[in-house]
Structure formats: structure tokens, C-alpha cells
């Protein structure tokens, strides 16, 4: 018998005013799939790249309710290493986005002591992508507020066939045996080793799958999903996520 996800069906002109959180209770990662930002665009006769920049104002407003609610970890899934498939000029303007969005924000992601890193092969991005991304961790690397995560040019099982490799090589040069080889020791070879794992999953558009993100990461995590398309998420409907996550109960695979 199939397993059913359980599926968040809400329109943002729907959306009510969430209840009031937890403070002791909020998720201390959450990872979201901000999809929906080329259908966002179509349905106003848009081109896609208009949708992504819409979507970059969003991430504005999200960055810093989830900082005002006391969420430790943010991921965002910024670019995928199968992004690179997709129309050069709709590649190119993604690659501009990081920059953009870094030299508007950067000054009040320091003010609010917001910590930027990334996951993901960034020496493949586009020089002028990976310096601006660069900068910001630099400048932004004695915060020790929200860390603002970006998956760039990530693949989680890019991720974990890198994290194997490492593994064997540490045992053929006689660093480990195989039976040190644990969940620990293969988490601490992955991008996230000193993150929490995610708490809560949300992705945007409908859509229900994990579009090889954070495979393993995600083992554990609550799965919350919407039909609103990115460019109109808001934080009413982040709260509402971080709400719904408050009211399931976490078993780990126990009773």
C-alpha cells in the first residue's frame, strides 16, 4: 500500500492568520524547495527570469521572519546541479541572482548577524557567482545568528557518491578500517557535517518530491507541502508550516 504524504492545500488569498508558536518548539533547520517561479511567470505572460526575480524578493522576506522566530539553520535550494539543463539565458540570469541579491542585502544580512554558507560544488559556478558568494561568507563569518544556507550547483547524490569516495580513500590509505565506517562517520563526510539535520521540509508549487535534495539529511524531517507558487509565498504561510510542524509528533521510527 503506497504512503500517503500528507499535502497542504492552501491558496494564499485563502490563507488565514496563523495561531500563535511556540517559541520553545520552532524547527532549528528548515530546508525549502523554492519552486514554482517559471509557472509563477507564465501565468502573467512573463518570461521565466521575471519569476525569479520575484522570487528573490521573497527569499528577503522569509530570511528574515524565519531570523524573527528563532529558526537556527535556513537552506535554500538555490540551484541544482540539473539547473545546468535548462535555457543558457535562464542559467545565466540565475548565476546573476546570487550576486544581485548579495550586493542589495548583504548590509542587513550582517546588521541582523545573519551567517551565510553554502552546500553544493560551487568551483564549478561562473567565477563572478562564486566571488560574490565568497564575499559574503567572508564578511558575514563571525555571525553567529541565523545561518542563511544556499545549495548551489547542489546534488545529493553527487553529495553522497563524494562522501563514498572520501570514505574509501581514508581506508585504502589505512586512516579507517571498515568497521569505523557508521551513519556518523558518513554524515561528517557530507556538506552539511556541522548543520543540524532539517527539522522541516516545505516546498512550494504542488509539486511533491525531494528533486535530489538533502536525501540523506531529510531521513527524519517533516514534509509539509503547498500549490502556492514561490513568488507568492509570504510569511504568513511560513508560519503556518512552522505551525502545522508544531502539531505532529516526531516518533523517529518508535511507538
Known sequence: MPIKIPFTKNKKKNTQ?????????IPKHVAIIMDGNGRWAKKRGLPRIAGHKEGMSVVKKIV?????VGVSVLTLYAFSTENWKRPKNEVDFLMKLPIDFLNTYLPELIERNVQVQTIGDTEFLPEHTRKAVEEAIERTSDNNGLILNF???YGSRFEM???VKQITARVENGELSTSDINEQLFSS???TADLFEPDLLIRTSGEQRLSNFLLWQLAYAEFWFTEVLWPDFDEQ???QALHDYQNRKRRYGGI
Open 64 to 68: 528574515r521572519h524565519a531570523s524573527d
Open 151 to 153: 545549495a548551489l550547483n
Open 189 to 191: 563526510h557530507l556538506y
Open 237 to 239: 504561510l511560513f508560519e
Open 17 to 25: 492568520q496563523s495561531q500563535s508558536l511556540d517559541a520553545d518548539h
Open 161 to 163: 557518491v563524494q562522501a
